[in-house]
């Protein structure tokens, strides 16, 4: 009996820290993809920005509209 319940417990143990082990693995995981999406899309909102700019080079149009991170605008639509 007192085997039967310390297996138990031994089980139970290493699989908390199973658990805890894949939870804080994924947490990492969620991160680093997060970060990743967060650099494309303001590598994406740079790049719309250069375009812009340059379109309006080619036409001859002044081109007043401040560099994303100096607008404060993190997004561009």
Do not use: C
């Amino acid at each position: 009996m007192y085997l039967t319940n310390r297996f138990k417990t031994d089980i139970e143990k290493i699989k908390a820290t199973s658990e805890a082990r894949g939870r804080a693995e994924g947490r990492a995981e969620g991160r680093t993809q997060g970060k990743a999406e967060g650099k494309a899309e303001a590598n994406q909102v740079w790049a719309d920005w250069y375009h812009r700019q340059e379109n309006a080079k080619a036409r001859g149009i002044p081109f007043d509209e401040p560099p994303p991170s100096l607008n404060g605008d993190k997004t561009k639509e």
